[in-house]
């Protein structure tokens, strides 16, 4: 009745305001320059510094510290809140998944730090120690007491998760490959030439990796020269506690497909 009052009187239902007479001045968005390759990956990130969430120059001084010091301590804990320095182990170079630290697989051994490769071909989990900077990296012409342990620490590590399904799948959720890194020393005592003999041996017949502590300084010379490169790294700018991986294999869309897959047939290593 209200409404055919209102129609019979000519009321309107509601009474308008007047219309501003300033109009609000509206400006084009800027897009940023593509990558030099031409891809429009990363593009908004290419040479803008003030994007990249990490000081250099703090790194910087933190890790050479750590390395003069030969502090395997002060090392991690410059790692654990700059996983960018990992950039020049990545696989690929586009690296964007989170790295974990600490992740414990026994009360006696703890994984460094660890990250997913998502390749198409099945997950790649990369297991990383890390060893004094500046050890000792050879006795004449054998491997150093120091190395020698790093290494049956980390192939222990490997023998564990590829015998216990269900710990490599508490873990991990789904393996089809591990790729295990052991790094320490320096770079000047790998090109002592009975290091470099061993290593180029050892890197071709093992499936540990041996890389000297020079990587980390490599990786922090590039986000100087080339800062674009860390696009995807910049998404996981600290590494996470161990304690948010079980969360990150469930949300992560990809690992629950190679875990319904690897659940219905035999898995590595059993």
Known sequence: MDQLQRKLDDVPDYQFREVVSVKKKLEPKQIKPFLSDGSMTGAALQQDKDLVP?????VEKALRHAIVSNDTVELKAVLKDNPFLFIELAS?????QPVFRDVRISPDETIDFVWLNDNSDGPEWVLVKITEPSMAVMEGKYPSQSLSRSIDIVQSWRTEITNNSELRKKLFGAVTRLRIIVVGGSGAAWKESHAVAWRASHNTESHIEVRSSNVFERSLQMLKD???HFWGVRKNPVTRPSSELPDYLQAYGYLEFWIGLTSSKQEPGE
Not at 54 to 58: A, G
Not at 92 to 96: A, N, P, S
Request: hydrophobic fraction near 15%; aromatic fraction near 16%.
């Open 226 to 228: 080339s800062p674009d």
């Open 92 to 96: 690929r170079k586009d690296f964007q």
């Open 54 to 58: 990490w000081d250099s120059e703090s």
